[in-house]
């Protein structure tokens, strides 16, 4: 039994051995790996397309699913230790994920940051606690600090994609969102392209940097893969030579959890980055875009990025279910082969 | 492959070897014919039938679905093109609907009249816009102007009651709604008469014309089919010798989009449009009443019509599930006979 | 054909083969009794346990589900006879119940109080209405006066604990709570106690008794099953030699659908009517917890005892599913012993 809450819990011969039972999977995506497993879904924050891969993926294989949304149709829950809950929450994840862990042989589960304080977040502390509260395998479905499906289905969209691991130029950019958003997302994808080797570029405006304890883990990593790992605010030098750019909002650390503060940092940067396609003018000719989705148009990407050609995004979110399906067999331990 | 858009879209021959199989289905309600087959569900609209009866459906036949629900679990969809989507909706149906296709084997969706513009409404550009972005075979489970699903459970529902085709007098009538409602179902109701052959006529108070749009595409089936197709306002006229009345309530065309304008023409008709009993005087002995819920009882039509012999709204229902499994067997291709 | 709206359907025989099948469920989770079954869910009120639970146990009996939440995707649902529908509900239940049957082979529906007239809630006359109006067999997943689910739960949870019928002293004991509560809960609880012959004693605050006509009735089992049943608002005396403290709030019914009112009886309570380790004091020594949950942490129970030896409510919850799927096979009538 294991938990798959970072990509870091992954050996590389199990990573390698994942991705290559995705593959297989995407090629007959049907069989009975699955059966007599059930996969319980706890979303507290919405989903389109991990909460329609889970289930494809499960029952596609001859398992089942249950989804519990807190808020709406379920009961609001409380996360915070020793709280006293006489407010809007009715129930605790202290309760909530060991009862439906009962009903279940692996429990998923979705719980964003609560963008208040960085260290926290940072730290991943709940959804490691509610790991602990498990006595099944788990499976984080997004988390504080985590999206590690997502960085899973991106590894594999940038092998379909036939991006070197050794010398692959990869770029994570910010854009601009209308909110500060968690950074789950980009510490999840820099962490996999330092996994997988490349010479990854962190492109952000001056304020936007990512947290150091963010930087400083992917550097470690690159230590190890031989990974390069640089950070720059200057576009053009940030996309040079790019085969793939990954683009994703962030905060502006410094003034994480006072999102006023930071709207005067972030209100000048609008349009210069939104992402269009005279961005590519000095990366590779089929350099490729990549966003995790959802994603909001000519807000963060022009339509003629996200309609074009070097558009990845859709093959990327078509690859959850591939790498969930293949996690949960691996999880599960029931592939027959 | 194909889609099923509007009941336009089953030639005479596959509509009914599609009843043909619905009857069949109806009898012998289990079986695997959707085996292997993943039906993705998305509703931007609220659903009791729709949402219940295709899962059933598809499960029944053994197959598997996901749901997905914008603004309930899911994040909010834009739909317009070229959107700068800024506001409350993260995610454009231009990603969600390719990537909802790639867990699945075929999309159902739903997708109401935006009710600002008639003309864009009646075009029902929206759902064959998502029917274009969908690789798979798409359902359409009600648009801006069909309910393509609902037309087929009522011409089972018609044949069940052996309400004759030539010959059979069917009456669609306008009711009295608190709010002005889109066309999908009316425009549905009447194509579906006019292509069963039968003698049809539409019952709306004076400035509640369907349509010009809808009648003209009407009588033009009609002219196939040997129909004959008349509107008045004369509830005596209207009713006069109905083997089936089918009920409804739609916006004067004329304030389309302009709901405080409509009030004014609405506000006086509640009463004398609320259908009772005695608006079955003229007409056939055993008339039925149809509806394609839900409906409000006492304001559309009286508790006594509803819970009265006569009401066929229930088998209506029942038969959602009969005809969409046929059809759900007939896009994928998948029945074993 | 039968229903389930309260533990009084199961004669004893009945009762003691659904609790001896849910052991061996628990024991053998999987199988294929319910195949070929359909079971719809019908949620006026949330819910995560009931939810995830009916769904584990049908699906993993070879059974399938739908789930349908009025207010939360689908249309918002009527409930009262004669009402003129010209509000926020689209839909009655007097066509959804009959309707959804029709999807299904058995309907399971929950359906709180209202909380304004307590004879109303207390004759629990809607769910017996929502029964009668559906072809198919029901089951009560909470009504405004029973829980006969988590009444078949409980039952099983004290067995696994070798809590004694005859000679157990069981205790339903009242705790504070931000809102007056209906008696769904505690009145299904006090059931199960009386009629397993327990030695039962309801400990609440003067002006808490539980109803005249909810006493009468357990007091009318207790007759017959040689329970014993007391009432003290004496927290010494109502500890005094427990083996099962069972926790729940509910209103003061002189106050019944006047919760401001009820608030001045209420508020003085909050301290001394929160469960503590040192109630358990004057119990016997292993004296076990029990709570239907959702529980409100440090308001209703300390964490001190919620994460202690005597907390029994994640056994609770989990015994919900094994005890539906016996109840389900019992009612569908399809296992294959």
Not at 48 to 58: D, E, G, H, I, P
Not at 220 to 241: C, F, K, P, Y
């Amino acid at each position: 039994m294991m938990d798959y809450l970072d990509l870091s819990d992954l050996s590389d011969e199990r990573l390698e051995a994942v991705l290559a039972l995705a593959t297989r999977l995407e090629a007959r995506p049907y069989g009975d790996a699955l059966k007599g497993r059930t996969v319980g879904l706890l979303f507290m924050n919405p989903s389109v397309r991990t909460l329609a891969s889970m289930q494809a993926a499960v029952t596609q294989q001859g398992g089942q699913t249950f989804v519990v949304t807190p808020g709406s149709g379920s009961w609001k829950m409380e996360t915070r230790d020793g709280a006293v809950m006489d407010g809007e929450a009715a129930e605790h994840v202290r309760e909530a994920i060991p009862v439906l862990a009962q009903y279940a042989d692996l429990l998923g589960v979705r719980c964003f940051a609560e963008g208040k304080d960085l260290g926290t977040d940072l730290a991943d502390g709940l959804i490691r606690t509610m790991a602990d509260l498990c006595p099944k395998p788990f499976m984080n479905l997004e988390s504080a600090r985590a999206h590690p499906c997502q960085a899973l289905a991106d590894w594999k969209t940038l092998d379909d994609l036939t991006i070197p691991r050794k010398g692959g130029r990869f770029v994570l950019s910010w854009a601009w969102h209308p909110k500060a958003l968690p950074y789950a997302v980009p510490a999840s994808a820099l962490e996999m392209a330092v996994r997988r080797g490349m010479d990854v570029t962190v492109l952000r405006p001056e304020g936007f940097a990512l947290p150091a304890e963010v930087m400083d883990r992917a550097r470690t990593i690159a230590a190890r893969t031989g990974a390069h790992l640089r950070e720059t605010s200057d576009r053009v030098e940030g996309m040079d030579g790019a085969h793939a750019v990954y683009v994703k909002s962030w905060a502006a650390p410094q003034f994480y959890g006072r999102p006023a503060e930071e709207a005067v940092l972030r209100a000048p940067l609008r349009d210069e980055w939104c992402v269009r396609e005279s961005w590519f003018d000095v990366a590779e000719r089929d350099a490729k875009f990549l966003h995790c989705l959802p994603v909001r148009r000519n807000v963060k990407v022009a339509d003629e990025v996200l309609d074009g050609p070097r558009s990845a995004v859709i093959r990327e979110a078509g690859n959850r279910m591939h790498v969930q399906k293949a996690l949960l067999i691996e999880l599960l331990g029931g592939h027959r082969r």
